[in-house]
């Protein structure tokens, strides 16, 4: 299948800069997810990768060929978009055809009707395909349009928050079908999405995008423990990570003037940070070294995150669903003094990584 | 729809279909007078007051397709036996067609200045429509510098009444040849509809959504396939709308026709009125001109109605 690199890629639109020094190795049959809010630049990057926008500066490699001067068609990537993907007034049928008729294609009638009927199979659609594509439902029309990216059989599949339109349930479903289908066609994915469950769950590796920029590229896990700043860290991972201004004072932090907790690990020198600890680092016993109180409960019913008020600070912790609290209740918590994350104050960069 | 059920609200109902029944009434009351006219015998054309039973007739279309003279003498008894009904009907009304040498009917030149209409309107509503398709697909898809000052510039040429440009392109088209030729009004009438078609097409493009050609552009066609295959058919409701107000423009069209045709490029407008009559004012003809007049625009808006409403509440693509 396909390699893909982007080198050194700006773009702008105008004044506007939409992307900026974007440099992405993507290996051949990965499963590579572009991650970040609205208006980080993940879908520029999607188009210029598929030749609907050209870069200002920089170049894309499909394999080893430069194609930044290549339009769309012969690029041979296939494209899944959140919404208006199908062509309105054909059926399904002619819709997963559609890219076949091509002139560039120039298939026989025989070989599109080989191919129409594995990509059907493969999503189960078949009973589809007399329809109209107004008949279908949200998630009937997303796999047509999946099918019409694998009937092509293409270098990279490109695909533009495809599931953000679906309701929670079949989002759930469509992903590990998605992912199950990445796999068994061992085909190059680009994924963008806003959503880091999406990005957790199917990505072989993660970029994390923020304002046009690159965060961090790894994988998952290693995005999510060893985040590369405070951007990272916020956006990556539901409930999100606790992020304490404070100042590291002997060998604990202090968060002046609600509590200290004890530090691990490498010894920082002493100065302001910015703390990071997951919820389910933190731990609520009753024999712990500081007093909170219940400021909010989410039951997730596989566990329950309480939001606790500590002075000035308010803090996340996941606790076991069996745990009976209620709002105002005091209750002691601590963290695991090897989990906690120091990011520098002014930079937001994780020390780790600056270290590196 | 909801069910009204309140009693406020039934009434509100009933007076919402009376306003819409007067608001009908007006409006096709022109039409009813035209069209009964058109069937009246001359003298209650003209009655006061206004006659409104009287016996259909369809001398006035006879009158309408023929030349005709007065009278000077009653007609002599066996020409008026020898003669067809039709003639008949109009020497009851103290006229006689005009035969040429061979004695045959002479014909009015209506036919062919309706034929004329239809040529002129229809050609330049095809080249308002698609002219104005291709730009506005343009203005919609790609960054245009300084889009919007020629958006302004495209529309400022219907900023001022056309009337006042009339003497200027009277000069202009005689000096190029243009005068009384089909060709000359087909410009001029593309030329006054294309801004308009431009602006219209301009909206119905930016509904649809360019995701539908992105798909097709990243499936292996090109930017023209893309454009004939996927915009073109969601366009269509747009297309229809457009094409009918740039149709009606262009087949109402008075003020030029009378001033650059005369002859063989006159249209239906300027030719109507000029058949008023040979001694006396015969509106009876007038009406039976413009009744037919208004069966092909009465055909076309018909055939694209469906289109036409969508078209004109705009947000015509489902979203």
Redesign the interface.
Known sequence: MARIRLENISKSFGQHTAVEDLDIDVADGEFFVLLGPTGAGKTTTLRMI???EKPTTGRVHINEADVSAW???ERD???V?Q???L???LTVRDNLS??LR????NMSEADIEKRLDYASKTLRITHLLDRKT?RLSGGEMQRVSIG?AIV?EPQVFLMDEPLSALDAKLREALRSELKDLQMRLGATFIFVTHDQVEAMTMGDRIAVMNKGRIAQVGRPQDVYSNPRNTFVAGFVGSPAINLLPGRIVGNGAVMAPSFQLPLAGPAASEGAYTFGIRPEDVSVESGAPVEARVHDIENHGIEKIVTMRVGEHLLRAAIPARTTVALEDQIRFSWNPNKVMLFDATTGVNLRHQAA | MAVVSSRSGRLGNRIAIAVVLVITVIFLSPIYWITTTAFKPLVQATSVPPSVLFEPQITPFVKLFTKRAQLTAPVAPEIYEAAPWWEKLVLDGGERLARDGNGEVVFSAYPDRFINSLIIAITSTILAVSMGTITAYGFSRFRVKGEADLLFFILSTRMLPPIVVAIPMFLMYRAVGLNDTHVGLIILYTAFNVSFAVWLMKGFMDEI?K??E?????????RM?AFFK?VL??AATGIAATAVFCFITAWNEYAFALILTNRRAQTAPPFIPSQIGTGLQDWTVIAAGTVLFLIPVAIFTFLLRNHLLRGMSFGAI?K
């Open positions: 598929a030749g609907l339009g769309p068609a990537v296939a494209l978009l919404q208006y993907s062509y309105p007034r559609f890219p091509s002139r560039v294609r107004d019409r092509r | 959504p995701e539908y992105e798909a097709a552009l990243v499936d292996g066609y090109t396939q996927i058919p969601e489902r």
